[in-house]
Structure formats: structure tokens, C-alpha cells
């Protein structure tokens, strides 16, 4: 079955520093990988999207990356502050392509 | 700019009452979505619409019902609650529903049940 993925650890890391996250996903080809952040008692917001065929995306202090070889995305922030504290979800359509699946979401945590 | 707001933002039921839970988007997005999000299991698509007066279920549509009768609302409905349906229920909407259309959340709906 289609499965995508990501740490369920939380992510601790100093300010200043750059946070990497990862999401995997399995027994699909998606065309296009979206990340969104959530707050605490919010719902989750959209960041970036990031097509199949686009290795890497920026936006401000935020880059995606797409490895289609490898099934993985990844996520990073530079520079962290503490107010970039909050879980990054992904998620893709499958194959169906009628439905946005998500990852369980990895919380940062990022420290003074 | 209100985009998704759902009401209400808290509510706490006994097991078999019912109730409803409100969506309404002023984006003018043809595509709505209600998920569930469980400790561990991250965000679950319960039932969708693609249009007004239109309904699909999702993964986890059971013990659920869900109306679209004007395509700024949508609402999801529990007739007979479960303990098992407590959760944080989010509402979506998007322009379209392919991968590269993000989607818009509200803030969602904290449900337990008794």
C-alpha cells in the first residue's frame, strides 16, 4: 500500500542552526510533495510545494528538496528561531489521485 | 480574510447524541475536505466534495455523514457519537484537488466523547 512517512521524534536543535526534516514515501510516484507547518491548537498552514521534477525549492529561509531515486523529501530550515517551533507535516497525492495523504508530521523544536 | 472557520471550536458530547459540525470557506474553492487528526495517526480524510451538492467518502468515512448544499459549507455530521470519534476534527478546501493545489485548514473542532 502507498505509505508516506516522517520521523515521529521530535527534532531538538539550537537556534542558529540549520533543522533538516525527512519525509519518505513508498509504493508510489508522487508527481508533487507539499509541506505545511502546524501550530499548537491550529490547523496546518501551507509552506511549499515541490514538483517531481524540480530537485530543489526555496522560499525565504525554507528548502525543499525532491529525490525521486532515494523516495524522500527533505526539509530544511536555516538559520532556526525559536519562533520556527511547530510540527512540518508532508504530504502528496497517490496514484488515485483523489486524495491529499499525509505524513504523521515531525515537531521541531528549536531552543535559545 | 476569514478563509476557513469552523464552529464549533469545542464541544464535548455524550455517547449516541448527535450534532454537527460546521464548515464554511469564503474563498470560493470548489473542493472541501474534512479530516480527523489522532495521537499517532496524523491527519485522516474522512469525506470530501468536489462541488456543491456533491459528496465522496474518504479513509475513514465511517459513523460519519457529510452535506454540501451551497459550495461555501460544508458540514459534517455524527449521528450516533462513539468514544472512538473523539478527536480534532479540521476542515479544508482547495481551488482543485490535484497535487500541486495546496490546501486551506481551519482551525479546527476539538470532540470528545463521553
Known amino acids: 500500500s502507498q505509505k508516506i512517512e516522517q520521523n515521529s521524534e521530535a527534532l531538538n536543535i539550537q537556534e542558529g542552526k540549520t533543522a533538516t526534516l525527512t519525509c519518505n514515501y513508498t509504493?508510489?510516484?508522487?508527481?508533487?510533495l507539499q509541506w505545511y507547518r502546524q501550530d499548537p491548537g491550529r490547523g496546518p498552514v501551507f509552506l511549499l510545494l515541490i514538483r517531481e521534477n524540480e530537485k530543489e525549492k526555496r522560499k525565504e529561509r525554507l528548502k525543499v528538496t525532491f529525490d525521486t531515486t532515494l523516495k524522500q523529501s527533505l526539509f530544511h530550515i536555516t538559520a532556526s528561531q525559536p519562533a520556527d517551533s511547530a510540527t512540518y507535516l508532508c504530504a502528496s497525492y497517490g496514484n488515485a489521485g483523489n486524495m491529499l495523504t499525509f505524513g504523521g508530521g515531525t515537531r521541531l523544536m528549536v531552543k535559545p | 480574510n476569514a478563509g476557513v472557520t469552523q464552529t464549533p471550536k469545542f464541544r464535548v458530547l455524550k455517547t449516541g447524541q448527535s450534532m454537527t459540525l460546521l464548515c464554511a470557506q469564503d474563498m470560493n474553492h470548489e473542493y472541501m475536505y474534512w479530516y480527523r487528526q489522532d495521537p499517532g495517526m496524523g491527519l485522516r480524510l474522512i469525506h470530501y466534495?468536489?462541488?456543491?451538492?456533491?459528496?465522496a467518502k474518504g479513509e475513514v468515512p465511517d459513523g460519519y455523514n457529510v452535506s454540501r448544499l451551497k459550495k461555501q459549507n460544508f458540514l459534517l455530521g455524527l449521528e450516533s457519537a462513539a468514544p472512538s470519534q473523539t478527536s480534532v476534527y479540521f476542515c479544508?478546501?482547495?481551488?482543485?484537488?490535484?497535487?500541486?493545489?495546496?490546501?486551506?485548514f481551519g482551525d479546527g473542532t476539538r470532540l470528545s466523547i463521553l
Open positions: 509504493n508510489y510516484s508522487p508527481a508533487y
Open positions: 466534495s468536489v462541488g456543491e451538492g456533491t459528496t
Open positions: 479544508a478546501s482547495s481551488v482543485d484537488s490535484g497535487g500541486n493545489q495546496p490546501q486551506h
